[in-house]
């Protein structure tokens, strides 16, 4: 049985730091794609952040140079480190994955985590 549970969220001042982990149990595809997406109140979930079974990384332009994914496989572990946060930061973040390569479609993600709210202020 596949599980992804995420922790490491909180509330962060702007220009805050934090880093969420994503432990990932149960899933063995060879080629896969792990992803970190994130969903604000009254919007849309969007992709933030992949890393894929070849180790391509891929980041939605508005969190490039400040996140960084991360993975260790050997403690089945996905993180993300999120540097100089912003207000437009704040969102639940879930981690996802699927048997194949990143793409930004979050229906062919098929398993979930739980999600961890992260929340920025001014």
């Known amino acids: 049985q596949v599980q992804l549970v995420e922790s490491g969220g909180g509330s962060v001042q702007s220009g805050g730091s934090l880093r969420l982990s994503c432990v990932v149990s149960?899933?063995?595809?060879?080629?896969?794609?792990l992803m970190w997406f994130r969903q604000a109140p009254r919007q849309g979930r969007e992709g933030v952040a992949g890393i894929d079974s070849d180790h391509i990384v891929t980041y939605r332009d508005s969190v490039k140079g400040r996140f960084t994914i991360s993975q260790d496989k050997d403690k089945n572990m996905l993180y993300l480190q999120m540097n100089d946060l912003k207000p437009e930061d704040t969102a639940m973040y879930y981690c996802a994955a699927r048997p194949d390569f990143c793409n930004g479609n979050l229906r062919q993600y098929n398993y979930w985590g739980q999600g961890t709210q992260v929340t920025v202020s001014s």
């Open positions: 149960g899933f063995t595809s060879t080629s896969y794609c």
